[in-house]
């Protein structure tokens, strides 16, 4: 699979070239039945901790992504999509029909009248009408990407921007005001039959001096690295550094979890990334803070406190954000868990959810 994906993505070679000022964006059209949107805002201040809002419009056949429990008519006429913050919630995730529930027209896009982003590179406006979360964020992208994935003939491409987010986040009528470092995503795919991806997760953090850093770590069913990759970008500078072959390791996980869709998973606790070459070195640490919510497509978004140590300087805080998801056997999940298990935890209830 890794040899497969390597021979196939050509996103290694894009990563290294200059930003391509013409890239895609468009609703489910063509050949591409699978869009993804995403802004993922980390760093803020307490309660929130993160923001995100992320959209699988047309359900993929990858075990990682696909999500049977918001189908309500068929696959591709299904979107889910998840809006969170650090505190507690039970509206944060919502399954819509296409037909039924959503207005897609070209740069605009509305959800079941409660969330609706609209616009074009670079500009783009994001507006939640909730009684439990409302948010109204201008986001403003910059020519600094990160090609996650671009496959040969045009079968799958995601990409991700870093964005400026000003405005304001509401949560059980308080407000908070939003200037913040985040990261803009598009995905595309055709219909692919199967594609056997099974563990995922993804983590941003929002460094001193306007950067940030990426964090990617991808598994197939028989627990095979495909990918493992690191991204720091510097808006200072208008750079972006992409490093392969990343050594990522989880050393302590929550109990058991069972997922709406029956799916039974251990959530990360404490996690380690690192990587080095001649010119740099980057480790990471980080724990979760536990407050997971199911919907990020088969599983679970959350924040943690890091360390993170650059080239030797290092900085620590408190609100990185992650993407969770472990649809492998549990065979492969629970190797050495009797290391990783916390003994007492009780706050992770991925039942409390809506449609």
Known sequence: MQLLMSLADDSKQLNQAPFPFRLD???PRGIYKIIHQGLMIPGLPSPLHYFNFLTIIGQPNVPMLRNDYAIKTRALDTVSLITSISPHMVGHFHGYSI?????IKENKFVFGQREQLEGSIPNFKLIRKDNELSVDLNIQTQPIISHFTKLKLGLFDHWSLVCQCKGIVTYKEQTYKIDQLGSFEFARAI??????????TYQIINLIDQRQLLLAHIRNGLNQIVQSRMYLRDLKTQTSEMFDDVYFKVHRV?????TPNGHEMYLARVFEWSFENKKRKI??????????????AAGYVGSFSYEVQI???QEEGQSGYCEYIDCRSLKWQEINK?????DNFASIVPCTLKK
């Open 338 to 342: 009797d290391e990783k298990l916390m």
């Open 191 to 200: 219909n692919i039959p199967y594609l056997p991806l099974h563990f995922f």
């Open 254 to 258: 929550y109990p058991k979890v069972k």
């Open 99 to 103: 037909i039924n529930d959503c207005e």
């Open 25 to 27: 964006y468009h609703g």
């Open 311 to 313: 080239d030797g300087i």
């Open 283 to 296: 480790i990471v640490k980080g724990e979760s803070r536990g407050d997971f919510k199911f919907g990020v």
